[in-house]
């Protein structure tokens, strides 16, 4: 199994790194960009000779592919220095936004998902519901351009960019969660009206034991390890993803770099924040597993 899973990652990373060379390449030429807009023909392709871009880009390929290999992605166009090592500068402020903005929508949408799924035909049951469509209606960067209207230029109580201690991490998490929160919930009260429905809570039902029993310790058991795969896939998905969130308030992480990367057409730098969004990826849906595994046994029979 070990070996299938590197093996199925090796081949992910290799066909994301691929198709990504190859757009890249598509999108422009960075030497003309770095050159500059009055460059003659000839600096710009002194610029090119420089970068490696001189050759065909089957060569560039093969080269691309070696490198790689070696975990080699070049240095920064921009900012001059080891592609990998400007990626790996940025991912504790990726890791902290992401941990701090999944933590913060699994504190609200678990016990408000259990509680829409227990009070189905409440009005505040229903009104969980509509909250959670309003959530995922209302767009990451309006949000945060609200949030920093209100909270840090009408009432200046936080940062509005950059990070700068803990209060600068207070906005960019509520805008990360709240669309986050509003998932979760939804797909929580999914998964928990699902499990109330089964023959097994109706039979504990039948032999008298109380809500309480009944939901804590049969449902919650069995609902937790979608919730858990959930939140892992949400870590995946966001970790060096939260694109929206990191520009609008400048934090330093992989998702603005990589922004900046493709704007100037930094080759390295990309491809260098793919790989490692890629391994980070891997090793978090490997620690869902494995979780999952200690909750429930019979997965690592069927597995």
């Known amino acids: 199994m070990g070996l299938r899973t590197l093996a199925s990652f090796v081949v992910v990373v290799w066909g994301l790194s691929t198709l990504l060379f190859f757009i890249l390449r598509i999108n422009g030429d960075p030497a003309a960009l770095l050159a500059g807009p009055y460059a003659t023909p000839d600096q710009v392709g002194l610029v090119r000779r420089e970068l490696g871009l001189d050759s065909s880009l089957f060569v560039q390929y093969i080269t691309f592919l070696g490198d790689t290999a070696r975990l080699h992605f070049g240095d920064s166009y921009q900012l001059r220095q080891p592609a990998l090592n400007a990626v790996l500068d940025r991912v504790p402020a990726s890791l902290l936004l992401a941990f701090a903005g999944i ?71 509520v805008t990360f969660a709240a669309f986050l929160a509003a998932r979760q919930t939804r797909l929580i009260r999914t998964y928990m009206l699902e499990e109330l429905s089964r023959d097994y809570i109706m039979v504990a039902q039948a032999n008298g034991y109380g809500p309480f029993r009944v939901l804590f310790k049969h449902a919650l058991r069995n609902v937790a390890i979608p919730v858990i795969a959930l939140l892992g896939i949400d870590f995946g998905v966001y970790f060096g993803g939260a694109v929206i969130v990191e520009v609008v308030f400048a934090w330093p992480g992989i998702g603005r770099l990589m922004v900046d990367g493709v704007l100037q057409r930094d080759f390295p730098l990309v491809q260098a924040a793919i790989f490692v969004i890629a391994v980070t990826v891997f090793i978090v849906s490997r620690l869902v597993d494995l979780v999952s595994n200690q909750i429930d046994p019979r997965l690592r029979t069927s597995a």
């Open 103 to 173: 933590a913060l929508a699994a504190l609200i949408a678990i016990p408000a998902g259990i509680y829409a799924a227990v009070h189905r035909g409440s009005k505040r049951g229903q009104l969980i519901v509509a909250l959670t469509l309003v959530g995922q209606s209302v767009p990451g960067f309006v949000l945060g351009v609200l949030l920093i209207r209100w909270f840090s230029v009408g009432i200046p109580i936080f940062p509005s960019f950059g990070f700068d201690g803990p209060l600068s991490l207070v906005l960019p998490t």
